[in-house]
């Protein structure tokens, strides 16, 4: 995985072949948000997002941060 949770969720979204606008539907956020995160534009993502975000790549909020 990579050292930066943005980079993260993007390989993880990619694998999963789901578009940026998928994992927006599913996780009630909105694409352009999303994005941001991934980009590393965001440096203060909140909890709930970070939940909202991992809950719809099917995999723990912890395993999204950096180590």
Do not use: F
């Not at 606008?21 to 440096?43: K, N, Q």
């Amino acid at each position: 995985m990579n050292d930066n949770l943005g980079a993260t969720i993007r390989d993880l979204r990619v694998k999963k072949k789901q578009s940026l606008d998928a994992l927006a539907r599913e996780t009630g956020l909105t694409s352009h948000h999303i994005g941001r995160v991934e980009r590393g534009e965001m440096p203060n993502v909140t909890l709930r997002t970070l939940d909202k975000i991992a809950k719809a790549l099917g995999v723990k909020a912890r395993d999204l941060l950096p180590l």
